[in-house]
């Protein structure tokens, strides 16, 4: 007997009753993992029931759902169309309620359901699928890029769960031909492109703490520190009233010590401002990370325990979503550690991954060869990565001068997975003024 393939199909004349079994314990399985319906604890097995049967009975959503090689149902989603009166949007879609149930993923199903949901779309005459997806649902979000959905905005109160604000990530993709999708991307009427739209980047100053004074190192090399200021506070300050919108703060004693040490300094640069703080260096437990995001700190950054203790980051990013960010530092593309002192031999991009599947929200990479050089950052390997990735990469090591920041920008247009960049001694020396880098950063 050949091999039974796995089969999609949408839903149009009932579900038997063994089928409506196997349909909500699949998705009372994508619940307690997570995910699914909006729902954060899953309702009694009557509810679900009611819902799946209720949906048959809406004109405008059709329900597929994915067979495995046994003929089980393990998991579903919702193509919805707008109401008939809404002329302007007939030719759309929304893609919802997609989930595959923990248990048989990896198997390509999610693939599978996808694709023909797409063809069902396609078959009803629709030229536009949008979807939207919580950040921390990673997996998801690549799965939908795997097939040529784009990102075109950021919800940042998405969904509120476990008391955290998460964020959403707002997907669309043209179903149309060439000829029809240059018609969708430009009216006539407006000369307006309706093709992804670009946000603008962040420029991240940065404050490097050593010994409770502003710094800034040559390729991370503590013995070669520029001394900038003695007054942390102030330079945050400083920053704030020049139109940033966030700090990038790093405790270089802290890295290379493996805990927190410029404790004075940093609080002092939180309460210095209204502006959102992200901090790195020798945070390194839960006990640190808790206590510097209760302390004010928007958002933690993991560097060398990424590497070394995993399983910390994946926890930290499950109690404080959208809080955690990986720091992946490397030297000609091999991830370094402890302060930058010591270099492994994973590959920066096979961290990030790693760190993806964890659940953190972004991820900062430096090159180190280039940082506090001045000579450019690294945009082969920084688009190469944001390119693997579902979140946000932001850039850092190497910008000298503002020509750096535009070559980054021109980037980010084709590759919008690059969110920012960080920007430290050439600031401090008057290389890139300040209000000229936010003004181009806005420009995008």
Known sequence: MGRVKIVCERVSS?????????LCEAALAGILDGGGFGWVRPPSRDVLKRY?????LVQERHLYVIRDEEGLICGAGQLVRPPASYEAHAATATLTAFFIAPYARGRGLGKTLIATMLQGAKAIGCKVVNCDVRETHSGAIRLFRSFGFEQWGTHPYYARIGGQTVRGIFLSKLLADDHEAAEWRMSPETGVTHGTVRKPLTLYPAIDLKDGACVRL???????????SDDPGAQAKTFADAGCQYLHVVDLNGAFAGRSVNYAAIEAIVRATDLPVQLGGGIRDMEGIERWLSAGVERVILGSVAVKDPELVRQAAR????????GIDARHGKVATEGWAEVSELEANDLALRMEDAGVSAVIFTEISRDGMLAGLDLEQTAAMAKSLSIPVIASGGVGTLEHLRALRDIAQDVPGISGAIVGRALYDGRVHLDEALELFKSC
């Open 14 to 22: 009932g579900l038997s009753e063994d089928d409506l079994e196997m």
């Open 52 to 56: 799946f049967e209720g949906l048959q």
């Open 218 to 228: 040559r390729r991370g090399e503590m013995d070669d520190a520029t001394h900038y």
């Open 319 to 326: 109690a404080f979503p959208g809080r955690i960010v990986a």
